[in-house]
């Protein structure tokens, strides 16, 4: 079945940098964009930008424009977001997942990565 | 930062309908722009509920149900059952912002 597998929980310090992977399994790898969503300890769900891996090809919001970049390994499947400069504010759960159609809906999920920001 | 606004809260006793809005602007909902909606359980990834303003996907119960009709949309749950306690959140399309946008987040409760 269509699956995205994230890395595990992090624990970063403010200035510091974060690394979360998402691998994608049961579909083909470059027919999908892979978009990131954080949501923060009791808030909603803030969109952070899409991966494109059939053309590399990447969209940020404009909040995370300079501080986020996504990539992508195609040998392995997996899609990458780093976040740089991070402050107590970042600290979220990292979500990644599928859009089939180029403006749509998120399906799969992955299971989520927190990231805790502290000193 | 969320541009679509919901109810914080909606409750109901077992069996009940409960109604869920998702009111956005001209740049998302009211443009045109298909609405999703997610249900999040405590504790994990959100699940797609409904896409295409009114489609269920495989495996959602038919007590849930999606509508549109102009800028107003809304989620519907009949039948309330103890199970659907969880966060409810509304999805589009912001062309103002060129990105993704959410609701602010409903919290289901079955009393």
């Known amino acids: 079945q269509v699956q995205l597998v994230q890395s595990g929980a992090e624990v970063q310090k403010p200035g510091a940098s974060v690394k979360v992977s998402c691998k994608g399994s049961?579909?083909?790898?470059?027919?999908?964009?892979i978009h990131w969503v954080r949501q923060a300890p009791g808030q909603g769900l803030e969109w952070m930008g899409v991966?494109?891996?059939?053309?590399?090809?990447?969209t940020y919001a404009q909040r995370f424009q300079g501080r986020v970049t996504m990539t992508r390994d195609t040998s392995t499947n997996t899609v990458y977001m780093e976040m740089n400069s991070l402050t107590s504010d970042d600290t979220a759960v990292y979500f990644c997942?599928?859009?089939?159609?180029?403006?749509?809906?998120?399906?799969?999920w992955g299971q989520g990565t927190l990231v805790t920001v502290s000193s | 930062q969320s541009v679509l606004t919901q109810p914080p809260s909606v409750s109901g006793a077992p069996g009940q309908r409960v109604t869920i809005s998702c009111t956005g602007s001209?740049?998302?909902?009211?443009?045109?722009?298909?609405v999703h909606w997610y249900q999040q359980l405590p504790e994990t990834a959100p699940k797609l509920l409904i896409y295409?303003?009114?489609n269920r996907p495989s495996g959602v119960p038919d007590r849930f149900s999606g509508s549109k009709s102009g800028a107003s949309v809304s989620l519907a749950i009949t039948g309330l059952q103890a199970e659907d306690e969880a966060d409810y959140y509304c999805?589009?399309?912001?062309?103002?912002?060129?990105?993704?946008?959410f609701g602010t987040g409903t919290k289901v409760t079955v009393l």
């Open positions: 991966f494109d891996p059939g053309r590399g090809s990447t």
């Open positions: 049961g579909y083909t790898f470059n027919s999908y964009d």
């Open positions: 295409g303003n009114n």
């Open positions: 001209r740049s998302n909902i009211g443009a045109g722009y298909d």
């Open positions: 999805q589009s399309y912001d062309s103002s912002l060129s990105g993704y946008v």
């Open positions: 997942a599928r859009v089939g159609a180029s403006i749509g809906w998120f399906d799969p």
